[in-house]
């Protein structure tokens, strides 16, 4: 059964960078849309950034725009996406979730300390 696998959270301090990587396997090898969402203690679930299956188009949500981006890797059979975080602020410290074709990942945690 296809699922899907983030990969990348920890700890690091403001101003840092990490990289999360999200892998969808146990399905076809097709390419296809994926997301990335987070959520904080106590907030809902927000937008992050987007990528078309052919990752020529992408979507930033206004609130990590100029600090992250997503990218993927169209030469790997599962549909691997990456979402670059720089300039990390403690108010990104979230959950980080990869979604796409109706799936979602079981999540992983950033935590930014300040």
């Known amino acids: 059964q296809e699922h899907l696998v983030e990969s990348g959270g920890g700890l690091v301090q403001a101003g840092g960078s990490l990289r999360l990587s999200c892998e969808a396997s146990?399905?076809?090898?097709?390419?296809?849309?994926m997301n990335w969402f987070r959520q904080a203690p106590g907030k809902g679930r927000e937008f992050v950034a987007s990528?078309?299956?052919?990752?020529?188009?992408?979507?930033?949500g206004d609130s990590v725009k100029g600090r992250f981006a997503i990218s993927r890797d169209n030469a790997s059979t599962k549909n691997t996406v990456y979402l670059q975080m720089s300039s990390l602020k403690p108010e990104d410290t979230a959950v980080y979730y990869c979604?796409?074709?109706?799936?979602w990942g079981q999540g992983t945690q950033v935590t930014v300390s300040s």
């Open positions: 979604s796409g074709r109706g799936l």
């Open positions: 146990g399905g076809t090898s097709s390419n296809f849309g």
């Open positions: 990528i078309n299956a052919n990752g020529d188009t992408t979507l930033i």
